[in-house]
């Protein structure tokens, strides 16, 4: 371990590599910085997901908070980062720390801070922290007895007050859940299984590399979810990501749902079904889907760079139904300025069992209402930081006039650059998390958005 290795939050946290930066020194030099960026004497709530070693990580920093005069509560078993989060908000702590990469590969790990009332902490705070590291580790102090709370038990019965689970466990549903050996375990089969509603759960079981896959809920990693909806001959199926804080779905035939659909989904349930009223705030790099729905039904829309901290600090400011990221990242109203993947995943059967139709048949109905819209993203990797600054900086400066045979109509700088086109929109962006250049496009067929999104990568490798 190099003592000045160097550690900088990105849109959700630090991430590093485990045989790389992510080491018990510098995790112990993390708690040191965010523990003096507390006030003194803080109640500090600790965390931790399936990963290798999380455990220990995480007792590394609540034993260097502990020896700053804070009041430190230590989980007492892996859990989803919501359930971290609801904890802070429920017990009006002042800090939660999240040992989890997230979506990221098994070989990271990362430190994730969240602030009352349960939401991500904002660059101003994460800036502070960053000051506040020392250049060595401080000293290992003596075994000590920490506190340990059980969040995980509250959190769950959170949720089954969130969604009607009568009608879920009477839908005679037919579910797969892919829990990508990460927290989510089997705590939507415990929630929502009866004598007529079938749950199946696969990669339930702790993995240190997640089976050879990327904990993230995107189609590429789903391949074992479509295998096992296609086998069981159920009408949906889920996945949640390593921390449980993000959601993916897969349709009757398997097929991955891209997140935007569900936004969809969501907002007309909560909105029509439910009755509930309120903003909706989305990043840069949402659906125009959205757009034209919230116009319809008069909520106000809102829209943000992309990292949920920013969703975040526009709900605790205004009255939000629902905040929308396009890495599965959802939260909703009453509940967290926080993603939450298990209860997106109820909602979302809530709302399949309430309009009565195939997943296909739902999306299918928004396509032909307010689209038709599609999307993907591709990832440049191994762009240095300086090189990704100087393409956006370009592209911003010399934005083309045509991209891929469409007409732009506007450019946007809020979080990289985002071209405007009459019916779709292409966006170039540096990744906070990872050295990766994004590259996101949506238009009104598939064969448009590669088109987008081949000119964008040529755009970026010729600036």
Do not use: C
Not at 40 to 63: H, M, N, Q
Not at 175 to 194: I, K, N, P, Q, T
Not at 411 to 416: I, P
């Amino acid at each position: 371990m190099n003592a000045m290795d160097e550690i900088k939050f990105g849109t959700d946290g630090w991430r590093a590599r485990m045989d790389g930066a992510f080491t018990v020194p510098n995790v112990r030099r993390v708690a040191q910085g965010l523990g003096r960026a507390l006030k003194a004497r803080s109640r500090v709530f600790i965390g931790y997901d399936t990963r290798k070693d999380s455990p220990l990580f995480a007792r590394s920093a609540a034993e260097v908070l502990a020896a700053l005069g804070h009041k430190v509560i230590l989980a007492s078993r892996s859990l989803p980062t919501p359930a971290l989060s609801l904890a802070v908000k429920d017990q009006r702590a002042a800090a939660g720390v999240m040992i989890t990469a997230s979506h990221n590969q098994g070989a990271y790990n990362g430190f994730k801070v969240k602030l009352f009332p349960g939401v991500s902490a904002p660059r101003e705070f994460t800036q502070r922290i960053e000051k506040g590291l020392p250049k060595l580790p401080p000293s290992a102090t003596a075994k000590r007895s920490l506190p340990k709370a059980d969040w995980l038990g509250p959190y769950l019965r959170t949720l089954r007050e969130k969604v009607d689970l009568k009608a879920l466990k009477g839908s005679g549903f037919r579910v797969v859940v892919d829990s990508m050996h990460g927290v989510g375990e089997r705590h939507f089969e415990r929630l929502v299984a009866s004598a007529r509603t079938r749950v199946w759960t696969i990669a339930a079981q702790r993995s240190d590399d997640f089976g050879g896959r990327q904990p993230e809920p995107i189609g590429p990693n789903l391949g074992p979810l479509s295998k096992a909806i296609r086998s069981r001959k159920a009408q949906v199926g889920f996945a949640t990501d390593g921390d449980g804080d993000r959601i993916g779905m897969m349709d009757e035939k398997g097929r991955f749902v891209d997140v935007h659909k569900l936004h969809a989904i969501l907002l007309y349930h909560l909105w029509v079904h439910r009755g509930m009223r309120g903003g909706v705030v989305k990043t840069v790099s949402g659906t125009l889907m959205i757009e034209r729905m919230a116009k319809e039904l008069g909520a106000p829309l809102d829209e943000t760079s992309i990292g949920f901290k920013h969703i975040g600090a526009v709900m605790l400011k205004k009255d939000i139904l629902l905040g929308l990221e396009e890495s599965g990242g959802i939260a909703f109203k009453g509940h967290l300025p926080e993603r939450d993947g298990l209860l997106s995943a109820l909602y979302l059967m809530e709302a399949l069992v309430t309009m009565g139709k195939k997943v296909s048949e739902v999306v299918g109905y928004f396509q032909e209402k307010y689209g038709p819209f599609h999307y993907d993203r591709s990832d440049l990797g191994n762009v240095p930081a300086e090189r990704q600054a100087a393409i956006l900086a370009r592209v911003r400066k010399a934005a083309p006039s045509r991209i891929a045979g469409h007409r732009v109509t506007g450019v946007q700088a809020l979080d990289g650059v985002k071209l405007k086109l009459e019916k779709g929109w292409v966006l170039l962006r540096s990744s906070g998390t990872e050295p990766l250049l994004r590259l996101y496009a949506e238009a009104p067929s598939i064969r448009e958005v590669k088109a987008l999104l081949g000119a964008a990568k040529k755009l970026a490798l010729t600036v």
